[in-house]
């Protein structure tokens, strides 16, 4: 019913525990860890299959057990700027590096705001192909570490400060810049009238 890769940000989020059938990274990321809703990354056909029969195919991230936090991430900075949420991202992104691998972030000392968790999450699945994540504390899964970590099980960890993430940043500064583009769906119309 509505042709956009943000439709979280439309009158047609998904809501918690809703099954659907995504394609685009930054959608599937966002609704899985913001929204708490359940996909995986669809190719187009799949995509309107499920559209088209309301139902979704049977795998991956609609299972709990998918759900589970893989690797944790023990942040000693929370970013401010939305650039800094982006190399946040891609640094976890690269930690992670594999689809069935899903991070989650302990020590946030805020809630990020919308445009902030996508950036976050864009980067992550540019990154890492990372479909989900978890905030402890933050997003629904993970009111605690512990709702999202399977008992008795042991996972990586990670640390991350924020010399890591300016590090991040300048390894990808340019001394010259030629063309600007603003597109979607980074570019929100929040961030569009600033």
Known sequence: MTNTCINYQTIMAPVSGEHV???????????????????????????????LTGR????????????????????????CELNDWGALGAIV?????????????????????????KHFGAALASYGSVALFHMAGITP????????????????DHEIGEADIRAFARAYAVDAVDVVVFSAPQLSSSQARR
């Open 56 to 79: 979704t195919p049977r795998y991956g991230y609609h299972f709990d057990e998918r759900r589970r936090a893989t690797l944790v991430i023990n942040l000693r900075f929370t970013p």
């Open 21 to 51: 059938a995504y394609g685009d990274t930054g959608v599937v990321v966002y609704c899985n860890s913001v929204c708490g809703a359940r996909s995986n990354f669809e190719g187009g056909p799949s995509a309107l299959a499920a559209a």
């Open 93 to 117: 992104g690269r930690l992670a590096g594999d689809y069935w691998q899903v991070p989650a972030l302990v020590g946030i000392e805020r809630v990020p705001t919308s445009d902030e968790m």
């Open 141 to 156: 899964e993970a009111r605690r570490l512990d709702d999202v970590l399977a008992p008795g099980e042991t996972v990586a």
